[in-house]
T-cell receptor, first 110, second 114 residues
Framework: GQSLEQPSEVTAVEGAIVQINCTYQ??????LSWYQQHDGGAPTFLSY????GLEETGRFSSFLSRSDSYGYLLLQELQMKDSASYFC???????????FGGGTRVLVKP | EAGVAQSPRYKIIEKRQSVAFWCNPI?????LYWYQQILGQGPKLLIQ????????DSQLPKDRFSAERLKGVDSTLKIQPAKLEDSAVYLC????????????FGSGTRLTVV
């Protein structure tokens, strides 16, 4: 089975940087994904890391360390529209099944 | 490209009643998933289809939940009879078979069982 841990809530001001950590335990691992979900909306795909290192996509970056079973999502130059829940999700070795963490609610204040 | 379509958007039923949800995935996506998301939690996989075959239904409460994907395209998820604890958002997603393997989710069906 899989288990993922991430902080439940983070608060920051506009323009700041936020790092959301995710630690996982898994019997099979292909990669770590990140999804964003606004209240009442559908989760949307942000990034995927299969190999160790940093992947950058605009203001968002994602990092993976397979040896530490750890990853993080970095949100830079925070904007009000970044207020949402962020989920890490492990892609299992078998198929493309994703197991999601409990989510981190990010609140951006003016 | 068109997104993942789901209906209905909202549903309120009494406990012990039955309900069905419909999903139309992105054209060409062979893999389709149904997730249950309880308020304040992450999505939990109920069932995964590859074309019209079931890949994983280990977390589907089979005594009350059923799902099918006829002809490898549209899918329906049914609950019969519903319980209060089934109140949640039911999300359908589909994915292709190439990197970055991202899911595209539908807007979901918010089910309230009273």
């Amino acid at each position: 089975g899989q288990s993922l841990e991430q902080p439940s809530e983070v608060t920051a001001v506009e323009g700041a940087i936020v790092q959301i950590n995710c630690t996982y335990q898994t019997s099979g691992f292909y990669g770590l994904s990140w999804y964003q979900q606004h209240d009442g909306g559908a989760p949307t795909f942000l990034s995927y890391n299969a190999l160790d290192g940093l992947e950058e996509t605009g203001r968002f970056s994602s990092f993976l360390s397979r040896s530490d079973s750890y990853g993080y999502l970095l949100l830079q130059e925070l904007q009000m529209k970044d207020s949402a829940s962020y989920f890490c999700a492990v892609r299992e070795a078998a198929g493309n099944k994703l197991t999601f963490g409990g989510g981190t609610r990010v609140l951006v204040k003016p | 490209e068109a997104g993942v379509a789901q209906s209905p958007r909202y549903k309120i039923i009494e406990k012990r009643q039955s309900v069905a949800f419909w999903c139309n995935p992105i054209s060409g996506h062979a893999t389709l998933y149904w997730y249950q998301q309880i308020l304040g939690q992450g999505p939990k996989l109920l069932i995964q289809f590859q074309n019209n075959g079931v890949v994983d239904d280990s977390q589907l409460p089979k005594d009350r939940f059923s799902a099918e994907r006829l002809k490898g395209v549209d899918s329906t998820l049914k609950i019969q009879p519903a319980k209060l604890e089934d109140s949640a958002v039911y999300l359908c997603a589909s994915s292709g078979d190439s990197l970055p393997y991202g899911y595209t989710f539908g807007s979901g069906t918010r089910l309230t069982v009273v």
